[in-house]
């Protein structure tokens, strides 16, 4: 059975950091993409960055790049969300998912990962 797992949300000060992390289980990490989306009240659950399956390929959602940075441990069978500079509109759950695919791939479409974790509520304070 696989399972994701999202840790390390919480509530923080604007300008703040947090670190999410993301546990696999029941699963060859190492075959997946993993990505992180996330999902704020009255909206649709949108990208946030992605990583490939051996971490040489990232992707990052405009809004955040340069504040946030995925990374991923494969011996870990973790992948982390660094945010960095938080800003209240990146208050959401955040949501850790894997996609079954080929080597360089790290897709922003949703539609694409098999796999997604319960989400973690990250609140950003103004």
């Known amino acids: 059975q696989v399972q994701l797992v999202e840790s390390g949300g919480g509530l923080v000060q604007a300008g703040g950091s947090l670190r999410l992390s993301c546990e696999a289980s029941?699963?060859?990490?190492?075959?997946?993409?993993m990505g992180w989306f996330r999902q704020a009240p009255g909206k649709e659950r949108e990208f946030v960055a992605a990583?490939?399956?051996?971490?040489?390929?990232?992707n990052h959602a405009d809004s955040v790049k340069g504040r946030f940075y995925i990374t991923r441990d494969n011996s870990k069978k973790t992948v982390y969300l660094q945010m960095n500079s938080l800003k209240p509109e990146d208050t959401a759950v955040y949501y850790c998912?894997?996609?079954?695919?080929?080597?360089?791939?790290?897709?922003?479409?949703?539609?694409?990962?098999?796999?997604w974790g319960q989400g973690t509520q990250v609140t950003v304070s103004s």
């Open positions: 998912a894997a996609e079954f695919t080929n080597p360089w791939y790290a897709t922003s479409l949703k539609d694409e990962y098999e796999y």
């Open positions: 029941g699963l060859t990490v190492s075959s997946f993409a």
């Open positions: 990583i490939s399956r051996t971490g040489g390929i990232r």
